[in-house]
């Protein structure tokens, strides 16, 4: 087993994935590890639903139709990466489970809030146990989560919002080391007291 630092450092968000089934006995110690999550007062918040199949295909027409509109319009991408966005956009990367993980919300806002960023960490766990268990998945939020075909497909309650779509396999690929911003923290951290 590797070492948590080791696990932070080498995940990736994988955009390719193999034409593999995934076990469910995968899923499920993927889906402990999200449930383990911390949470404000233990409230654990977050629910975890699991596509295969029909409802996988039909979130991904939600996001490929998205997609095809947005991404040749979009100014920030460069050509160059629009055919290969778009070709990840048909089908997530060919990833043949997706798990989307919802929040409660609460008239408070600051309950809705502690709940997203509970439900943040629940993915982050869900992403390292994945990386742990030899899969790949990639962090989905923007538009997709927002959508209210995707909120019919998944039969989202009217108390919760989707704070991510997880897809997750087996990888197709190997992404390079992203830089990180501010490596040595000489900007992002501020200490006080010492």
Known sequence: MKKIFDVIQERRSIRKYEDKEVPVEKIKRVLHAANWAPSN??????????????????????????????????????????????????DFGGAPVHIVVTYETDEDLIKT???????????????????????????????????????????????????????IGYPAMSPPVPERQDPDLTQKVTWLGF
Do not use: H
């Open 113 to 167: 809030e502690e709940a997203l960023m509970a439900a943040s960490a629940a993915i982050q766990n869900l992403c390292l146990a994945a990386y742990e268990e030899g899969l790949g998945t990639v962090w989905i939020a923007g538009e997709v989560a927002y959508k209210e075909a995707t909120k019919e497909i998944i039969k989202l309650p009217k108390n919760q919002k989707i704070a991510g779509i997880i897809p």
């Open 41 to 90: 007062g233990n409230s654990q918040p977050w629910n975890f639903i699991v596509l295969k199949g029909e409802p996988r295909k039909q979130i991904c027409a939600v996001f490929s139709e998205w997609a095809q509109d947005y991404i040749p319009k979009a100014p920030y991408i460069p050509a160059e990466k629009r055919g290969p966005m778009l070709e990840y956009a048909k």
